[in-house]
């Protein structure tokens, strides 16, 4: 099993829409969780951090987090084609403490 | 959010030298910084985690002998590419963490080896 695993996509949502990205892991340990936005050939960038179980609203994003079911999400209301990117989801892992990404999910919003 | 400052931004060397890479917490005290590969279309691969006065610790499959980390300083972390060979090109980023592990990272260093 993959430490952390991501639906790769991509995942096409029109304008305006809700997407909603979902990240499983396998360290139950894990305290940490981000989301980062990555555009291709740019460095990723931090959108969102959760420490506690439950959601965390920050503008259009959403990150939800459930420890019990070792499941983390990232939903974006009103979509926007600027939000076209790559979606990558990282766990702070306690066991070897390192943040370790998923593959990353690409998202697509058409216009 | 932090600044984290990573240079060169690109590099191309010949086959067989070596490259050096710097990572800088520009405005924090990085107490990890790790040090990721990223190759064309693919996710960021984590090489090696490095924690400021000690080894790095690598990630297996990746060779220490040819990736040379050192984390001298709270703000600095280098990544040097020996003997680099073309299937060493890649796209190269470092994240530093300070306090509530919340990561940043640097542009990245795209490296091409001819």
């Known amino acids: 099993q993959k430490e952390v695993e991501q639906n790769s996509g991509p995942l096409s949502v029109p304008e305006g829409a809700i997407a909603s990205l979902n990240c499983t892991y396998s360290?139950?340990?894990?305290?940490?969780f981000f989301w980062y936005r990555q555009y291709s050939g740019k460095s990723p960038e931090l959108i969102m951090f959760?420490?506690?179980?439950g959601d965390k609203e920050d503008g259009r994003f959403t990150a939800q987090l459930n420890k019990a079911s070792q499941y983390v999400s990232l939903l974006i209301r009103d979509s926007q084609p600027s939000d076209s990117a790559t979606y990558l989801c990282?766990?702070?892992?306690?066991?070897?403490?390192?943040?370790?990404f998923g593959a990353g999910t690409i998202l697509r919003v058409k216009s | 959010g932090a600044v984290v400052s990573q240079h060169p931004s690109w590099v191309i060397c010949k086959s067989g030298t070596s490259v050096k890479i710097e990572c800088r917490s520009l405005?924090?005290?990085?107490?990890?910084m790790f040090w990721y590969r990223q190759f064309p279309k693919q996710s960021l691969m984590l090489m090696a985690t490095?924690?400021?006065?000690?080894?790095?610790?690598?990630e297996q499959g990746v060779e220490k002998d040819k990736f040379l980390i050192n984390h001298a300083s709270l703000t600095l972390s280098t990544l040097t590419v020996t003997s680099a060979h073309p299937e060493d090109s890649s796209f190269y980023i470092c994240?530093?963490?300070?306090?509530?592990?919340?990561?940043?990272f640097g542009q990245g260093t795209r490296l091409t080896v001819v």
């Open positions: 994240s530093a963490i300070g306090g509530k592990a919340e990561a940043f």
């Open positions: 360290d139950r340990g894990s305290q940490s």
């Open positions: 959760i420490y506690s179980n």
């Open positions: 990282a766990i702070f892992m306690e066991y070897g403490n390192k943040l370790v």
């Open positions: 405005d924090f005290q990085a107490t990890t």
């Open positions: 490095s924690n400021e006065g000690s080894k790095a610790t690598y």
